[in-house]
């Protein structure tokens, strides 16, 4: 099956402290993990991705881990700031060789708290 | 570089009327790839075109359909409106070759509004 969950929906962090959000996805052939951000009224824009042969990538205050086994991926962002508020949509490659595509979660709103 | 562009970003339809929304990728990219994001539901995969020619399809009805032109640009067309179709259309584009697994970056979108 084709299938990507995200979890929390909503997440409200404190300024400063961490925000992880989680996604699990079915099709053990997926191979591209990027993560979306989406401000409100605004495009998504790429934040990180990640690929199969690597387990994690760090840019900055961002992170995405990648446990192929469990078939879960998460975005950790540390030290948050207000900008940092918007909904956050992870994806996986799904489909057979050819005919891949982009699945999304659902997507989790994510407040900081001043 | 320009980003993607969509025309027009607003939209007012009455139910069974059509709708044809227009796509202009970044310049170089060869792929484009149409989404349906709807509150609750996320980006949901309508299709995509690579070289003029559709190369995937979600699970929509026939009424909404798509095309690709010789210079990268798309539409998609949606014919008997719903007024389940109102939503915020995005396309994406990405580089050659491609593939999924190419960086895909997004229009502003199309808000869809069906009365």
């Known amino acids: 099956g084709e299938n990507v969950e995200q979890h929390p929906s909503t997440l409200s962090v404190q300024e400063g402290d961490s925000a992880v959000i989680k996604c699990t996805y079915s099709?053990?052939?997926?191979?591209?993990f990027p993560w979306y951000k989406q401000e409100l009224g605004k495009r998504p824009q790429l934040i990180i991705d990640?690929?199969?042969?690597?387990g994690e990538k760090k840019d900055q205050r961002i992170a995405v881990t990648l446990n192929k086994t469990a078939k879960h991926f998460s975005l950790h962002i540390t030290e948050t700031q207000p900008e940092d508020s918007a909904v956050y949509f992870c994806?996986?490659?799904?489909?057979?060789?050819?005919?891949?595509?982009?699945?999304f979660g659902t997507g989790t709103r994510l407040t900081i708290i001043p | 570089k320009a980003g993607v562009t969509q025309t027009p970003r607003y939209l007012i339809k009455t139910r069974g009327q059509q709708v044809t929304l227009s796509c202009s990728p970044i310049s170089g990219h060869r792929s484009v790839s149409w989404y349906q994001q709807t509150p609750g539901q996320g980006l949901q995969f309508l299709f995509e075109y690579f070289s003029e020619t559709q190369r995937n399809k979600g699970n929509f009805p026939g009424r909404f359909s798509g095309r690709q032109f010789s210079n990268s640009r798309s539409e998609m067309n949606v014919s008997t409106l719903e007024l389940g179709d109102s939503a915020l259309y995005l396309c994406?584009?990405?580089?050659?070759?491609?593939?999924?697994?190419?960086?895909?970056?997004f229009g502003p979108g199309t808000r869809l509004t069906v009365l």
């Open positions: 994806a996986a490659t799904t489909g057979s060789f050819g005919n891949e595509k982009l699945t």
């Open positions: 990640i690929r199969s042969n690597v």
């Open positions: 099709d053990s052939a997926s191979n591209y």
């Open positions: 994406a584009s990405s580089l050659p070759p491609g593939l999924p697994t190419d960086t895909q970056y």
